[in-house]
Structure formats: C-alpha cells, structure tokens
C-alpha cells in the first residue's frame, strides 16, 4: 500500500515530507540500492566505517558488542560521514546491555512478565533505550512480540512477556511507550506473524505458526494491531511461515510456494501493509538463519524480499556480493519501481520522524558527557534490582520446611552446577560476560559464604575422569559406572544442595539441561528425599520438565549479581519473600511435574 508520511507513525510535517523527497530525488540508482541494507558492522576501524557508507551508502547499521565508548565513536564517525543520516539500531531486549557491553540488564521480558506489572515493562522500554540514545542508536530491535506456547521452543524462553495474549499486549505496549519517551527513538517490533508456536528456532531450521486465521487474530494478530495503533514505527520480519493466512491471501498457492514472511508477499504486502494498515517500515530479520537461507539461493533471496514487501535488509554476507545481488533484481525487474520507492520512502519518513534531517552530522550523536552520566547509572541498577525483588518465581514448594535457608539450619551447602548445550557456544560466553568471568554457581558461592554458610561446588565423577585423562593416567571407565561413594557419605557430607540449572537457549536446537553423569552421579538430583534440594533454573524457566522430581523449585530469569543479591536475601527471609507470578506454565503442560 503506498506511504501516507502524514499519517501514523511518521506524521511528517510540510518541510520533513519535502526533504525526504529532495532526497530521493537527489539519489543515484547505486545510493538508492545502498539504503535498503542494514549493514553489520564486522570492525570499527575509521577506514572500514567510511567505506560502508562511501560506497555502499547503507541505510542502517547494527553492530557487534563493544563498550559504551566504542561504540560512541564508532556511530559518531558513522554519522559524521554518511551524506545521508543513519539508522542505527540496537537489540535493547533487556537493557542498555543489548547496545553496549557495559550497559545495566534492566531485565528479561520473561521475568518483568513474571512481576505482572506493565510499569516495568515501560521502565525498561525507557532505561534500556536511554542508555542506547546516550551512544548515538535510534532504533531498538524490541520489543519481542511473541508468545510462549511451547515450551519446547528454545529460543523464546527468556524473550516473551509469557503465555497470555493479554499480558503480551499490555506489555510490548509499555516497552514501547517508554521507549518513545526518549526523544527520537523508535521501535521495531519482532518477530511477525509470531513466534512461540513451533519446537524449532528459525536460525538453525525452518519454524511455521501454525495457527488458523481466526487464531492468529485473537492472540498475534491483535498484539501486532494493538502496537500498530499505538504508533510502532516498525516491524521486523521472521523467518516464520503461517500458511493459514498464506492461503487465505492466496488460495492458489502450493505448499512449495509458501514462505517465511521474509519472502511472503501475502504476508508483508497482503496481510501487514494491507489488510492490517501497517503504514511503517518492514525489515528483515538476519540473513544469515537458516529459516531464511534454506527457502533459496541468496542472490534470489536478497531482492525477493524487498520485493515480498520488506523494505530493509539485514545483513551483509558479502558487500560486494549482495549488493550486486539487490542491483540485478532491480534491473531484472524483481524489485519495481514502486516497490523501491515505496521502500525508500518508508526508511527516509522513519529518518524523518526520528529528527535526523533537522541535525547537523556533528550532533547526530550526544556528547560523551551524556554517555557517562547514564551509562550503568544508579537509577537504571535499582531498577534491576526491584525488578528482581518482584520478578523471583517460587514455582514449586512441596516440603514447607525446607525455607527459610539460614547458616544455622544448613550451614554446609554444595552447589552442583548443571549448564545446557549452549555452554560450549555463544551462551556460554554471554553467560560468563553477564557475571563479570564468573560462571553463575562460582558467583552464588561468594554471596553464600559472605551469609556464613560452608560452601562447596560439586565436581562430578567424570569431570575427575577427565581431568586424570589429561594428566596422562590410564583409567578404567568401569570406575564411571561402578565406583560410586556410599549413600551414607554422599549425604552426611552436607546439609542441604542447591542444583543451579544455568540453560541459556537460543543458537541450537534444544535448550535443556545436559546432564554429565546419570547413573549415580550428582547432576541430576535423585537425592530429593535423601535431604533437602532447592532446584534453581536461572535463565530457561522450564527446567521442571527434566527435574520433575523437584520438591522446592524457583526461577530467577537471570543470574546478574543484582539478581542473585535478591535470591538470596529471599531465600534466607522464606517462601513469603517470592513475589513472582509464574509467566508461562513451568510445570510444561505435565501433570507429573507437580508430583
């Protein structure tokens, strides 16, 4: 549907609607292709900078992370030399720490749907986008507009304000209206039509929305709608098919046919610019998921979804490469001329309505000074603190006894410390940057035993195994499955265990515990009436479906310092100090999990 740059979200006055057009105008055919890409920045060297925009004339930059500083001067040099000014978008999810290294984790969206209050979801809409407008970012990839029906899906567990429709709404609409409190910042919301349904993650598979069309209006389609209402400036696209509405748009279509909305006309053009009146701007999500790579070869794909009704496209593989690859649609005829200048116009009103055209390329980007003062500021700290005082679940308390947890009662405490498959990826390191080097159990320990309890980590058999292996002994793996210490031991060697379930998601097929040992070993706790086991899941909230046996289970949604400060404290006051509400369903639809 063409652009009204008058109308929601843009309201563009007489002289903003003129530059936007002045400057399509003055563009060249290869400037015009340039503004349709997001780049992602691979260095932040001055000459690698100027180039992506001395000629590749990109509309937009997402980047990598790096400090509060870094990336400072980095979008100041950005700006500085792009004739036209830049989007620059960051993933603020969470907090200021999804634009810079070193900015506050206000918090999950799992856990502020788990306070039941909206007033935090604008808090972080606000906070986390302050600290990204104090560095030179405009737009946030946020808020995450799914919903958490399958507990399976590895990839949302952390990312959704929970399993009701309402609470999403009320949610994505808060982030957003705190994010708009931030003078010329901008939301994107993700990831339409929805994800949440299927088991997979679209970056290592295909994901489909299996809903029917009746369906999908009443949970993401009125999410979306309500946003759009509310003034949501963009959209970004998943790599998520919905062949309810695929079908309806197009009752021809066969099954071979149907896309991801990244590539579905029916779905961006059909159903979002035009059934839905989404006046604002389309984006892909990473090119580089294999829900997207998977559907056809990328020189096709890159120009097909511009054509499909995205406007912008995120990222680079090769610069040269897809650039090219954009330029051939267009002259091919995939991508039209109304589609470009469509697009174009969408990205340049979105430009416009942030401020962009009325600033000097020198004050694109606040002064250092504003970055200092908010930067991981006291303000934003406390708010991630009372979102965690709020937010901590006691999901499962089956023995009333077991809490509160002082020295006096259970002065000695092992920490058996249980990770998933993404340890040994890009989780893992995130894991580790979150709690300053520390993994979560070492960082739990400290707070412990600044409260006067005794605490050791556990070290399961075959890590001793392993590590005898290395120092070049021969060892005999019967002792794996045989040589185990007496119950009596095992037991009477402490007063209580805390089993610290550290499962990130997201970058692999599952998000579940991976268990070292079981036959015996401590990882998985069989011991549950031997003594008492308070099982802590803090990141996925679903660990009850691999730990049924739980009798005393919580879920903190993170483990900043902040958070796990309030964990303890709670843990020490009793059951009464949780005040988290359950955001999803934690049992996983089992009815063994309550046992």
């Known amino acids: 549907m063409p652009v009204d740059m008058r109308a929601k979200p843009y309201y563009l006055d007489d002289e903003a609607v003129q530059w936007v057009e002045d400057t399509i105008a003055s563009m060249s055919l290869e400037e015009k292709i340039g503004q349709l890409f997001f780049n992602m920045g691979s260095s932040r060297t001055e000459e690698y900078l100027k180039m992506t925009v001395d000629k590749y004339h990109i509309g937009g930059i997402r980047y990598n992370p790096g400090t509060a500083a870094e990336v400072h001067e980095q979008n100041r040099i950005l700006q500085e030399n792009s004739k ?9 999810e969470n907090g200021g720490n999804g634009a810079c290294s070193n900015g506050t984790m206000i918090g999950a969206q799992t856990k502020i749907g788990a306070t039941g209050d909206a007033k935090y979801a604008k808090a972080l809409g606000k906070m ?19 919903i958490y029906y399958n507990w399976h899906n590895p990839v949302v567990g952390l990312r959704t304000y929970g399993n009701d429709p309402q609470r999403v709404m009320e949610m994505t609409q808060a982030y957003m209206e705190g994010a708009h409190e931030v003078p010329g910042f901008c939301c994107a919301a993700k990831h339409f039509p929805g994800d949440g349904l299927d088991d997979r993650d679209q970056h290592v598979a295909n994901s489909v929305n299996t809903f029917s069309c009746e369906e999908w209006d009443a949970t993401f389609g009125k999410i979306y709608a309500n946003l759009i209402d509310n003034g949501l400036e963009a959209i970004m696209a998943g790599h998520i098919m919905l062949p309810s509405y695929t079908r309806a748009m197009n009752p021809d279509i066969k099954d071979d046919d149907i896309m991801p909305a990244t590539l579905s006309k029916e779905l961006l053009t059909d159903l979002l610019k035009g059934k839905m009146g989404f006046n604002g701007m389309v984006l892909t999500d990473a090119s580089h998921m294999v829900g997207l790579t998977c559907r056809m070869k990328r020189s096709d794909m890159i120009p097909a979804a511009i054509a499909a009704g995205c406007d912008m496209f995120l990222f680079f593989n090769d610069m040269d490469e897809d650039f090219a690859s954009m330029m051939n649609g267009y002259k091919n005829g995939v991508i039209t001329d109304e589609r470009l200048d469509d697009a174009l116009h969408r990205i340049l009103a979105l430009k416009a309505h942030m401020g962009l055209h009325k600033k000097a390329r020198t004050e694109l980007v ?22 965690s005082e709020h937010a901590l679940t006691l999901v499962k308390y089956k023995d009333a006894d077991v809490l509160p947890m002082t020295p006096e009662k259970y002065r000695r405490i092992m920490i058996v410390y249980v990770t998933g498959l993404e340890a040994k990826g890009l989780g893992g390191a995130m894991k580790k940057l979150m709690g300053g080097g520390k993994n979560a159990a070492e960082s739990l320990k400290e707070k412990l035993e600044a409260k006067g309890f005794e605490v050791t980590l556990y070290e399961s058999p075959m890590d001793k195994i392993q590590k005898r292996i290395a120092a070049g002994e021969k060892v005999d793996f019967n002792i794996y499955f045989a040589g185990k210490d007496t119950i009596a031991d095992f037991v009477g060697a402490q007063d209580l265990i805390i089993t610290l379930v550290d499962v990130a998601g997201g970058f692999q097929a599952v998000a579940r515990p991976g268990f070292g040992m079981t036959k015996g070993g401590g990882e998985i706790p069989w011991y549950v009436f031997e003594l008492p086991v308070i099982v802590i899941g803090c990141q996925q909230p679903t660990i009850l479906a691999d730990i049924p046996q739980a ?5 903190t949604y993170d483990s900043a310092p902040a958070t796990l400060d309030v964990l303890v404290d709670e843990l020490m006051a009793g059951p009464e100090a949780f005040k988290g509400k359950d955001p999803i369903d934690s049992f996983c639809g089992m009815w063994d999990t309550h046992l």
Do not use: W
């Open 366 to 387: 606040p002064p250092a000074a504003e970055m200092e003062r908010v930067i991981g500021c006291a303000a934003h700290r406390a708010m991630q603190k009372e979102i």
């Open 84 to 92: 036209i000014p830049l989007i620059i978008a960051c993933n603020t």
């Open 128 to 146: 986390a986008n302050t600290e990204a407008a104090a560095i030179g970012c405009n737009l946030s990839f946020a808020p995450v507009s799914d």
């Open 551 to 555: 009798r005393t289970y919580i879920n």
